[in-house]
């Protein structure tokens, strides 16, 4: 059986978090206090409200459910507004190569995302026609590193959870992915992403040959 190839999508095809940064540093000060780059850092792969939750608590904040559920849509809101400017010049090196080298050999390719804004932003860097199926935040409820997003990838792929390969930037993602019994490719440091089973930079001048022969 061929394999199937999931990509995470920010920092792996499009890199969206310095709006996700830009979003939340505006409702960080909006409520009093900052948040800088380097707190930022500890929400790569985190959900959402478990963002919001991290935040808060290193604004030793406290919000009701209604003042924390207004909260999350105002950010979602000023992030909408950001990512309206994105466009191809955005996606990340050899990214859309890659997905190119990919779909010329029959490899079945789905995304597998925590962003409730997935579609959009592909639409936006003209990628959603390289997609077979996209799991994102609006069809499953638990964030990684629990394995339900590439679980669920890989049922509307129709293709065993062992056949997949995983693309992933951050270590609840990678996590994910073991967690659900797949083969993962780790993009960026080898440092960070030190359970993955190798590490790429990026995708400049890879094929998906490349990444088969790693797996062979």
């Known amino acids: 059986m061929k394999p199937a190839c999931i990509f995470d999508l920010d920092g792996v095809i499009v890199d969206t978090?310095?709006?996700?940064?830009?979003?939340?540093?505006?409702?960080?000060?909006?409520?009093?206090?900052?948040?800088?780059?380097?707190d930022n850092e500890q929400l790569k792969?985190?959900?959402?409200?478990?963002?919001?939750?991290?935040?808060?608590?290193?604004?030793?904040?406290?919000?009701?459910?209604?003042?924390?559920?207004?909260?999350?849509?105002?950010?979602?809101?000023?992030?909408?507004?950001?990512?309206?400017?994105?466009?191809?010049?955005?996606?990340?090196?050899?990214?859309a190569e890659f997905l190119t080298s990919v779909r010329a050999q029959g490899i079945k390719v789905a995304l597998g995302s925590a962003s409730k804004n997935a579609v959009l932003i592909l639409e936006r860097i003209q990628l959603l026609d390289q997609f077979d199926a996209i799991v994102d935040g609006n069809k499953v409820s638990k964030a990684k590193p629990d394995p339900e997003v590439f679980?669920?990838?890989?049922?509307?792929?129709?293709?065993?959870?062992s056949a997949c390969i995983v693309f992933e930037d951050a270590v609840a993602g990678v996590q994910a992915a073991r967690n659900a019994g797949m083969k993962v490719v780790g993009i960026g440091s080898a440092a960070v992403l030190d359970q993955a089973h190798f590490?790429?930079?990026?995708?400049?001048?890879?094929?998906?040959?490349?990444v088969l022969a790693r797996f062979a």
């Open 45 to 95: 792969g985190v959900s959402r409200v478990e963002s919001l939750k991290l935040i808060l608590r290193l604004g030793g904040k406290q919000l009701d459910d209604a003042e924390f559920d207004a909260a999350l849509v105002r950010k979602n809101g000023w992030y909408l507004e950001y990512i309206q400017q994105i466009g191809p010049e955005e996606i990340l090196p050899g990214a």
């Open 17 to 38: 978090a310095k709006y996700h940064y830009l979003a939340w540093k505006r409702l960080a000060n909006s409520l009093g206090f900052d948040f800088t780059e380097h």
């Open 199 to 210: 590490v790429l930079p990026n995708f400049a001048g890879l094929s998906i040959a490349d």
């Open 151 to 161: 679980l669920k990838a890989a049922e509307e792929l129709a293709v065993p959870a």
